[in-house]
């Protein structure tokens, strides 16, 4: 993988001591990847979850707003000054 593209792709500004630190480190990353997609997982079931926690939320209350006006809308200054 070449990351002088993918700096480019990001929009990120690199020097040629970072650009060489990165490219080893990405290149390791790839590596692990690798080594990853080899494990034998057919007898493994999928899991998106492993603790057993659920999501605890509060049901949704509608109240009337303390800071919009009650016309609902917003009064703010012209942005544009001639829109002909």
């Not at 020097?15 to 990353?29: C, E, G, I």
């Not at 990847?33 to 509608?62: A, F, H, M, Y």
């Amino acid at each position: 993988m070449d990351i002088a593209k993918i700096a480019k792709l990001a929009n990120l500004p690199l020097n040629d001591d970072l650009a060489k630190k990165l490219q080893k480190d990405l290149n390791s990353t790839v590596k692990l990847v690798d080594e990853l997609s080899k494990i034998d997982l057919k007898d493994v079931e999928p899991t998106s979850q492993v603790t057993g926690l659920t999501n605890v939320t509060r049901e949704d209350k509608i109240d009337k707003s303390r800071i919009l006006p009650i016309t609902g809308y917003f009064k703010v200054k012209a942005i544009f000054n001639d829109v002909s």
